[in-house]
């Protein structure tokens, strides 16, 4: 059985599409992963399954049910974890626990054996008469993580689990994650703008922007279908290079951005020295040029044009494309 199923979800907000047309099932025991820049409508998606909000059309079950006539037992099947905090800072971490129990009526003595073992779980027993206030950024995203787990749901969400993060911190919580899965056989459905955090944790990724799916499958896959090696080559007079070696018989693909060039082919490493040869022929100037196996990055890049990183990089950018969007 899927632990969930999506048919053309569609969420508007005024002639906005937030979410445009999605489609998938995710299967029971899976992690699958929403990879996507800011605004790609990873969140939105996540509140529609969750029945936090409505869909505008479309249907969607979590756990065999509706999540638009049986809200409750979807409410009741599942976990989530915000993208923002949602703790009380004045109470300390038990407290948070035990509130969010009793609004689940789990009765008093399964709680309290319950509270604990989660507490133990993510390694924060010793610290549960602690003020939540007090507790660093990765602390409290181990309790929001235990507090979603408390009442035993099938499927869990999580909605950027390591955002702001350090590394370290990052991959401690990953190792949560992995255990929760693999332990506990929770199915995890997790947004991200991290592709390192999609690539390690999800077996499959469906990557999304502007509210559809581009792409979706498992990170290995995805990463393949690229081909071999990727050579990025900064330079001003990319046009130039382009069409003075687009037609090597090496290259499997090639394609000209803002102010690079990527191209795709086996054995890079091989093929690099007459590249460069034929670019200094022509009097080209290669500003900097770097061979990598493909990432998600390039698999985003090669569907959209554009980075997830470039996104990332500045509001100016997220404004731009909602903008962009609107239109
Ligand atoms: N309540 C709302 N009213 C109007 N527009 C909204 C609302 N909620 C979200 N949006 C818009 O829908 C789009 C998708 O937002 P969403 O929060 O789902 O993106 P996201 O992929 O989670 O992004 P992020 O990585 O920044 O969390 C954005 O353009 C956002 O501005
Ligand atoms: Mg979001």
Known sequence: MYAITVEDLVKKFGDFTAVNNLSFNIESGEVFGLLGPNGA??????SMLSTMLKPTSGNASVNGFDIRTNEDDVRKSIGIVFQDQSLDEELTAYENMDFHGRLYRIPKNVRQKKIIELLELVELDDKKDNLVKTYSGGMRRRLEIARGLLHEPKVLF?????LGLDPQTRNHLWDYIEKLNKEKGITIILTTHYMEEADKLCHRVAIVDRGQIIALDTSEKLKNDIGGDVITIVSQQKDDLYSIIRSLSEIKSIEVHDNFITIGLQNAEKHVAKIVTMASENG??????SIHKPTLEDVFLHFTGRTIREEEASTKDKMRMMMKGRR
Request: glycine share 6%; no cysteine; hydrophobic share 30%.
């Open 41 to 46: 409508g990873k969140t939105t998606t996540i």
């Open 158 to 162: 999580l909605d950027e689990p390591t």
């Open 284 to 289: 080209i100037t290669i500003e900097s040029l």
